[in-house]
C-alpha cells in the first residue's frame, strides 16, 4: 500500500467534517462526494425557489410526474 500526503485549509478541513488526519482514500472520496451533494442540493433549492416549484403541493408534483412519464410512453 501506498500513502499520500494531501494538504487542505483549514476551512475545507471543518467543511469536510474531518475527525481523523489518518483517513483511507475511500474516506476521503465518500466526504467530497457527500459535500458535493449538499452543495447541489442547495443550488436545487435555490432554483426550485426562484422557478416557484418549491410550493408545489404534493398533488401538482404527482400530475407533473405522470404528464412526464406519459408523454415519454407515447414517443
Not at 435555490?46 to 406519459?70: F, P, W, Y
Request: with cysteine; hydrophobic share 35%.
Amino acid at each position: 500500500m501506498r500513502t499520500l500526503n494531501v494538504s487542505i485549509s483549514d476551512k475545507e478541513y471543518r467543511l469536510l467534517g474531518i475527525k481523523n488526519d489518518q483517513l483511507k482514500f475511500s474516506d476521503v472520496v465518500n466526504l467530497v462526494n457527500k459535500q458535493q451533494f449538499r452543495k447541489h442540493l442547495k443550488k436545487s433549492v435555490e432554483l426550485a425557489e426562484e422557478c416557484g416549484l418549491s410550493t408545489m403541493t404534493m398533488d401538482e408534483i404527482t400530475k407533473e410526474v405522470n404528464a412526464v412519464r406519459n408523454a415519454k410512453t407515447r414517443h
